[in-house]
C-alpha cells in the first residue's frame, strides 16, 4: 500500500466524524443564513479545529459567499474545503518539511510528553532517514526513564544506527555533550537528541532543555538545528494547549503529529498550524516502521475530504513524502 493509501485509510475516523457532521450542515437545498454559519462554526469547533480556528474559517467562508455570490451549499461546502486547504499551508509554506541541509551535521531535539509517541518517533525518524542514504545518530538523553533508554537502545539496534546513552539518571547535558562530540567527530549527517517529557514540572523542563540547547550552541556551532514537538493527535484540543506551553519553553520550529490512524480528532491539524503559526513536518498514520513521513498538506487536505475511493492513488506519488 502506498503511503498517500496509508494516510487516507488512517483518516478514516477523523474523516467519517467530519464528514458526518459537514452533512447535516450542509444539507441539500438548505437556506444559507446566520442560522447556517451559527451551526457551521459550532460543528467545526466540535471537529477539534479549534476555537479561533473555526471562527476564521466561517468569516473566510462568508466573504467568499458574497464575493462569488454562492446561492447553494454544495458549492460553499467546496469553497470551505478550498478554505481549509489554504489554513493547512497558511503562512509556513516555505517551512513544510524537516529541514536537512546538506555538508553540515543537522540537529533534531525532539521534545514532548511522555505518552505522546515521541521515542518510538525517533526511531521511526531514523529509519527514515537512514533508509534515504543519510548517516545519523541518536542520543538517549531522557535518562530520567530507564526504560526511554532501552526502548531507543533497541531501534538502534533495528535500523542500524548508533544511540550515544549513559546511565538512567545521568545528567542530559553530558549526553548531549557526548553525542555532539561524536556527531561532529563521525561526519554525521543527522543527530536526533530524545529528552524528557516531563511538562508537569516545567520550571525544571525549561532549565534542562536552556541547558541542552547552550551544550548544542557551544558543542556544534555550525549545526543546523531543529526542535521538533511530538503531539499525540487523539488529544485533540490539548494537544494545541502542549504546544503553547512547550513553546514558553523552547523555540519550537515544527510538530510532529502521532497516532492519527487511531483518533477521530485529526482536525487538529488545521487549528495547530493556523493559532499557533507552526508548521506540521511529519506525521504518523500506523504502527509500522515505514507509517512515519513528511507532512504534505494538500494531500491531508484531499484524504480528509475524500469519500469512498474517489482519490486517484496515481496524482500522490509517494515519492512526494
Given at each position: 500500500m502506498g503511503f498517500f493509501s496509508k494516510l487516507k485509510q488512517g483518516l478514516t475516523k477523523t474523516r467519517d466524524e467530519f464528514n458526518s457532521k459537514m452533512s447535516s450542515v450542509f444539507s441539500f437545498g438548505r437556506k444559507i443564513d446566520?442560522?447556517?454559519?451559527?451551526?457551521?462554526?459550532?460543528?467545526?469547533?466540535?471537529?477539534?479545529?479549534?476555537?479561533?480556528?473555526?471562527?476564521?474559517?466561517?468569516?473566510?467562508?462568508?466573504?467568499?459567499?458574497?464575493?462569488?455570490?454562492?446561492?447553494?451549499?454544495?458549492?460553499?461546502?467546496?469553497?470551505?474545503?478550498d478554505e481549509i486547504a489554504k489554513m493547512l499551508t497558511g503562512d509556513v509554506a516555505e517551512n513544510q518539511g524537516i529541514n536537512i541541509k546538506d555538508n553540515c551535521l543537522n540537529i533534531i531535539l525532539v521534545v514532548g510528553v511522555n505518552g505522546a509517541g515521541k521515542t518510538t518517533t525517533i526511531g521511526k525518524m531514523a529509519n527514515y532517514y537512514n533508509s534515504r542514504k543519510k548517516k545519523v545518530l541518536l542520543a538517549a538523553a531522557d535518562t530520567f526513564r530507564a526504560a526511554a533508554i532501552e526502548q531507543l537502545t533497541v531501534w538502534g539496534e533495528r535500523v542500524g544506527v548508533d544511540v550515544i546513552r549513559q546511565n538512567s539518571g545521568s545528567d542530559p547535558g553530558a549526553v548531549v555533550f557526548d553525542a555532539c562530540q561524536a556527531a561532529v567527530s563521525r561526519k554525521t549527517d543527522i543527530l536526533i537528541v530524545d529528552t524528557a517529557g516531563r511538562l508537569q514540572n516545567k520550571a525544571n523542563l525549561m532549565e534542562e532543555l536552556k541547558k541542552i540547547n547552550k551544550i548544542i550552541d557551544r558543542e556544534a556551532p555550525d549545526a543546523n538545528v531543529e526542535i521538533l514537538l511530538v503531539l499525540d493527535s487523539g488529544t485533540g484540543q490539548n494537544a494545541i494547549s502542549q504546544a503553547k506551553l512547550f513553546g514558553e519553553v523552547v523555540p519550537l520550529t515544527g510538530i510532529i503529529l502521532t497516532k492519527l490512524d487511531g483518533t477521530a480528532k485529526g482536525g487538529v491539524v488545521i487549528g495547530l498550524t493556523h493559532e499557533l503559526n507552526l508548521p506540521v513536518k511529519m506525521i504518523g498514520v500506523g504502527e509500522g516502521i515505514n507509517d512515519l513521513r513528511e507532512f504534505v498538506p494538500a494531500d491531508f487536505a484531499c484524504a480528509l475530504f475524500a469519500k469512498g475511493n474517489d482519490v486517484d492513488e496515481d496524482e500522490h506519488e509517494d515519492d512526494e513524502y
Open positions: 446566520e442560522g447556517f454559519y451559527e451551526e457551521l462554526e459550532e460543528t467545526l469547533i466540535q471537529s477539534d479545529v479549534g476555537f479561533e480556528t473555526a471562527i476564521d474559517l466561517v468569516e473566510s467562508l462568508r466573504a467568499r459567499e458574497k464575493a462569488e455570490k454562492i446561492k447553494d451549499t454544495e458549492t460553499l461546502q467546496q469553497a470551505l474545503e
